[in-house]
T-cell receptor, first 112, second 114 residues
Framework: DTEVTQTPKHLVMGMTNKKSLKCEQH?????MYWYKQKAKKPPELMFV???????INESVPSRFSPECPNSSLLNLHLHALQPEDSALYLC???????????FGQGTRLTVV | AQSVTQPDIHITVSEGASLELRCNYS??????LFWYVQSPGQGLQLLLK??????LVQGIKGFEAEFKRSQSSFNLRKPSVHWSDAAEYFC????????????FGAGTILRVKS
């Protein structure tokens, strides 16, 4: 089973809302990632968690707040987003940070 | 700086024809190399990877890729394309010393005509 599950699949939120994206994997992977993909662009790394500790933050604005409550779960808390934050948010995981990453189906976020 | 170049934005091939998608990278050492495929609005599926060893790697769905160090290339090939292969293909380079940071190329959209 190489499944990474993301919820919700679609999310529409206002600029004053607070929402969270969730990602779950049960493959025993110890590294998890958030990527952002704008329309017609490649994915761009946002955050890397390795053994539940944040190891990479690609200078992401503080309105995006990641959280890794345990080795199977990864959240992305959203607050005061801008319309330009509308994108496909992809979660991925890998056995360790030195292994290939498996991606979820993504959450399509629209900020209005 | 590390970079990945996919020179072809769109490629159209006939069903049953062979396919080659090009990928070049810029990096000081040998990186980890990947090809992913993405259908519209979907996540990315790993087709194959190269870490070390045999420079010709086999992947899923009949795809293969060849690492050529001298050309800094990792081109994806398939001998006979099926209509279901129509999708966007991303080449990616992984810099593992930075915690599996993947840098993606711009992508190549494959269209298959019957």
């Amino acid at each position: 089973d190489t499944e990474v599950t993301q919820t919700p699949k679609h999310l529409v939120m206002g600029m004053t809302n607070k929402k969270s994206l969730k990602c779950e994997q049960h493959m025993g992977h110890r590294a998890m990632y958030w990527y952002k993909q704008k329309a017609k662009k490649p994915p761009e790394l946002m955050f890397v968690y390795s053994y539940e500790k944040l190891s990479i933050n690609e200078s992401v604005p503080s309105r995006f707040s990641p959280e890794c409550p345990n080795s199977s779960l990864l959240n992305l808390h959203l607050h005061a987003l801008q319309p330009e934050d509308s994108a496909l948010y992809l979660c991925a995981s890998s056995q360790t940070y030195r292994d290939e990453a498996f991606f979820g189906q993504g959450t399509r976020l629209t900020v209005v | 700086a590390q970079s990945v170049t996919q020179p072809d934005i769109h490629i159209t091939v006939s069903e049953g024809a062979s396919l080659e998608l090009r990928c070049n990278y810029s990096y000081g050492a040998t990186p980890y190399l990947f090809w992913y495929v993405q259908s519209p609005g979907q996540g990315l599926q790993l087709l194959l990877k190269y870490f070390s060893g045999d420079t010709l790697v086999q992947g899923i769905k009949g795809f293969e890729a060849e690492f050529k160090r001298s050309q800094s290339s990792f081109n994806l090939r398939k001998p006979s394309v099926h209509w279901s292969d129509a999708a966007e293909y991303f080449c990616a380079v992984g810099f593992m010393e930075y915690g599996n940071k993947l840098v993606f190329g711009a992508g190549t959209i494959l269209r298959v005509k019957s």
